[in-house]
T-cell receptor
Framework: DTAVSQTPKYLVTQMGNDKSIKCEQN?????MYWYKQDSKKFLKIMFS???????INETVPNRFSPKSPDKAHLNLHINSLELGDSAVYFC?????????????FGPGTRLTVL | AQKITQTQPGMFVQEKEAVTLDCTYD???????LFWYKQPSSGEMIFLIY??????QNATEGRYSLNFQKARKSANLVISASQLGDSAMYFC??????????????FGKGTKLTVNP
């Protein structure tokens, strides 16, 4: 069973378009995250949600809008895509308890903006 | 300031030998967690091992162990008996925040490990 899943796995689109990436976790976790991995493989957090509430918004352009319809789902909508948005986007989830809590990652979505 | 430093962009090891991947961190918070993740060429992020700042013993998970030296602020990953399937990028990360969704992972730049037959 897939613990954290993302769709689509690959996304190729033109500049200026709007696109969404979906994430679902079946681990019963309360907290979900979006991370961005750039072309140099550097990973950086974008957002976190706890029980559908936005907790972390890490100075991401407001063209990026996360939405959490329930605590098992966290989607990422991106408006007016730019070349610099090309990256791999990872969803992750955890219990959100700190301590020994571990974040588990989805398979990633490779976004290419042409 | 960089909080997680991985000084080895690339490492090579012979199959069946042990290898150490370096990681140093910087924090003033007495409570933190350190993680290692593996990213094979297929792209997924695989959790390997965790070390808490208050843990007295070094963490171990199968062939992975974490050499935790708190005073030096280092958390090196040791892979014993390397296998060809260990070839991948390895990321060290530190958790900041105390729970309730406020925690985030801060990653190093990664080390690309190549295991030679």
């Amino acid at each position: 069973d897939t613990a954290v899943s993302q769709t689509p796995k690959y996304l190729v689109t033109q500049m200026g378009n709007d696109k969404s990436i979906k994430c679902e976790q079946n681990l019963g976790h309360d907290t979900m995250y979006w991370y961005k991995q750039d072309s140099k493989k550097f990973l950086k957090i974008m957002f976190s949600y706890n029980n559908k509430e936005l907790i972390i918004n890490e100075t991401v352009p407001n063209r990026f809008s996360p939405k959490s319809p329930d605590k098992a789902h966290l989607n990422l909508h991106i408006n007016s895509l730019e070349l610099g948005d090309s990256a791999v986007y990872f969803c992750a989830s955890s219990r959100g308890l700190g301590g020994t809590d571990t974040q588990y990652f989805g398979p990633g979505t490779r976004l290419t903006v042409l | 300031a960089q909080k997680i430093t991985q000084t080895q962009p690339g490492m090579f090891v012979q199959e069946k030998e042990a290898v150490t991947l370096d990681c140093t961190y910087d924090t003033s918070d007495p409570s933190y967690g350190l993680f290692w993740y593996k990213q094979p060429s297929s792209g997924e992020m695989i959790f390997l091992i965790y070390q808490g700042s208050y843990d007295q013993q070094n963490a171990t998970e199968g062939r992975y162990s974490l050499n935790f030296q708190k005073a030096r602020k280092s958390a090196n990953l040791v892979i014993s008996a390397s296998q060809l399937g260990d070839s991948a990028m390895y990321f060290c990360a530190m958790r900041e925040g105390r729970g309730g969704g406020s925690e985030k992972l801060v990653f190093g730049k990664g080390t690309k490990l190549t295991v030679n037959p």
